[in-house]
């Protein structure tokens, strides 16, 4: 039996296949750090309860003033972002546009969802890259929320919670004692990380591939030319 020798293009195949295959593993992970909660202690929601079908008539505001946060002070000038529960009343099939705006220290910058694709009872990651983390820190930061072009019984409902200590929505101008259910997140520099990501992959491929060419020998048996 011939000895094992391996050549410039088996060894380039071998890496870009362990390059996929790492890529494919842990890319869900490289996109999730993407980004980081402001509080790394969820808040217990308690007493959830629709807000409202969320039509062209239909408006909810709240502050979103944020007291307290375990971010770094780099990550404060980081894009705010907020992940917000949303219910579409079960499996129906909906429609239509809403809107979100965020106004933070003289900033602000708006958002629109297409309610057909929000799934039910389920967070929706919106980011606002007009607003930074620092303009709503310890600051008077607001919320509003409303309908577009969804039509009523074609529309989805944000979800309100009755947590104590929180700032309280406002729905079609009249107060409530509820706080509107979302988690306040940073957008981090996606361009950086997911270098240093693919370069930490490269290396871990290339690294693999020769301990793979090294042991070889060891499956094939002895050296063609072993006496």
């Keep these: 039996m011939s000895a094992f020798r391996p050549t410039l293009r088996s060894v380039s195949a071998m890496v870009l296949f362990m390059a996929a295959l790492l890529l494919f593993m842990f890319y ?23 807000a409202g079908e969320i039509t062209p ?43 979100l705006r965020v106004t933070a220290d003289g900033a602000t910058d708006e958002q629109f969802i297409d309610v057909k694709y929000l799934i039910d009872n389920s967070l929706e990651l919106i980011c606002f890259p007009g607003v930074t983390f620092r303009q709503v820190y310890q600051r008077d930061a607001w919320i509003d929320i409303e309908g577009v072009s969804a039509v009523p019984g074609k529309s989805v409902t944000a979800v309100l919670s009755s947590t104590a200590g929180l700032p309280r929505a406002t729905v079609n101008g009249a107060e409530t004692d509820l706080t509107l259910v979302y988690v306040a997140k940073i ?41």
């Design 57 to 99: 008539d239909f408006r909810l505001r709240q502050n979103l003033r944020t007291e307290h946060t375990q971010l770094e002070p780099h990550e404060m000038d980081n894009v705010f972002c907020m992940d917000v529960l949303f219910a579409t009343y079960g499996r129906r099939r909906n429609d239509g546009l809403i809107r």
């Design 28 to 50: 869900p992970v490289i996109e999730r750090y993407e980004n980081e909660d402001v509080l790394h202690k969820g808040i217990p929601w308690a007493g959830m309860r629709p």
């Design 187 to 227: 957008r981090k520099d996606p361009g950086l990380y997911k270098f240093n990501s693919f370069v930490l992959i490269a290396f871990a491929s290339l690294i693999l591939t020769l301990l793979m060419v090294a042991a070889q020998p060891m499956f094939k048996g002895r050296p063609a030319n072993a006496g």
